[in-house]
Nanobody, 129 residues
Framework: VQLVESGGGLVQAGGSLRLSCTVSDLPLDESLADYYIGWFRQAPGKEREPVSC?????????YYADSVKGRFTIASDNAKNTVFLQMSSLKPEDTAVYYCAADSSVWGCTRNWKSYDFWGQGTQVTVSS
């Protein structure tokens, strides 16, 4: 299973970005709907932190981090094997490398990054003040 993030970049505070996470190389008997897709971020010198997670089978959002509630929206397009993270009203403290991760275990959308089996390479988001 391969995950590729895209959509990062440099934006001014108050601006918006939409990140994409495209999932490929799924086993023939699986689809995106079999996975929980989480977004995490890691700023320099800080721990990797959970941002949001979605249950792809029904499109239900499991959680948002308190720091992004009301500003970020997660959504999935199972036909395109892609999960999106729409980020609005960006703040300098949102600056980080953003990663998407996939897991199909019974644990579902956990906030523990160590629970996820598959990861993308990350995309840099930089918000200038």
């Amino acid at each position: 299973v391969q995950l590729v993030e895209s959509g990062g970049g440099l934006v001014q505070a108050g601006g918006s970005l939409r990140l994409s996470c495209t999932v490929s190389d799924l086993p023939l008997d699986e689809s995106l709907a079999d996975y929980y897709i989480g977004w995490f971020r890691q700023a320099p010198g800080k721990e990797r932190e959970p941002v949001s997670c979605i249950t792809a089978s029904d499109g239900k959002t499991d959680y948002y981090a308190d720091s992004v509630k009301g500003r970020f929206t997660i959504a999935s397009d199972n036909a395109k094997n892609t999960v999106f993270l729409q980020m609005s009203s960006l703040k300098p403290e949102d600056t980080a490398v953003y990663y998407c991760a996939a897991d199909s275990s019974v644990w579902g959308c956990t906030r523990n990054w160590k629970s996820y089996d598959f990861w993308g390479q990350g995309t840099q988001v930089t918000v200038s003040s």
